[in-house]
């Protein structure tokens, strides 16, 4: 696919890579909560997106024959797709689940590893999370795992195996955008794989810190499904991502405690 070129230095912005596979857009999208399969795909292709998330015990993919299935609209040929386990809340329903959506996808391997513990806040299980994350890596799955922001552990989820960190930089649909930006900052200068911000952004703006931090990409659902027109959401959001990208790749401006003139005094023809 091709890449994004910068005209003012004419050098390539380097693509996403997750599992070894290259991704123009940074921006990756859930399916849940949208008003029908019709909405969902309207906003997906605004969105650019190229990998979209599914909850395998939530939508139809194929597990109930006779109901609309969502690939019949998304179609794994256009769109990388990628079955998580939202709604697992301990480790043998969450590698089952992983499981059934290999089989159900015909061996697809790249997975979203979510392991609840907490119903009202939907912040994660930590250690089911990593025993779950080290079975599924064993078993073969390519993980993208979605975790809390502590460094030591998404450090810890690097070294099993994982193709993908994913911290909260919120609770799971509050909308609250970035609330542990030295965090995030420090897990992305920590590791090697990509950090992906998961769960949080509100509005188009938190996306853009969330690159402008440094991270490799941003998955949303609820910011965009929720928002009062979700097709015109879901493009803000794909503007938001490329800009805060691109304004990390620039390097922004030295905050400074004084003021600095856009046009100085010093050197001017008169006094």
Known sequence: MPTLTSQANDEITPPLIIAGVDYESRLLVGTGKYRDFDQTRAAIEASGAEIVTVAIRRTNIGQQKDDPNLLDYLSPDKYTILPNTAGCYD???????CRLARELLDGHDLVKLEVLGDRKTL??????????????????????????????LAKRLEEIGCVAVMPLAAPIGSGLGIQNRYSIREIVETLKVPVIVDAGVGTASDASIAMELGCAAVLMNTAIA?????VRMARAMKHAVIGGREAFLAGRMPRRAYASASSPIDGTFFN
């Open 91 to 97: 480790v043998d329903s969450a590698v089952r689940t």
């Open 226 to 230: 929720e928002a009062r027109d979700p």
């Open 123 to 152: 912040y994660p299980n930590v250690l089911d999370t990593l025993k779950a994350a080290e079975i599924l890596c064993r078993d073969g799955f390519k993980v993208m795992v979605y975790t809390t922001d502590d460094p030591l």
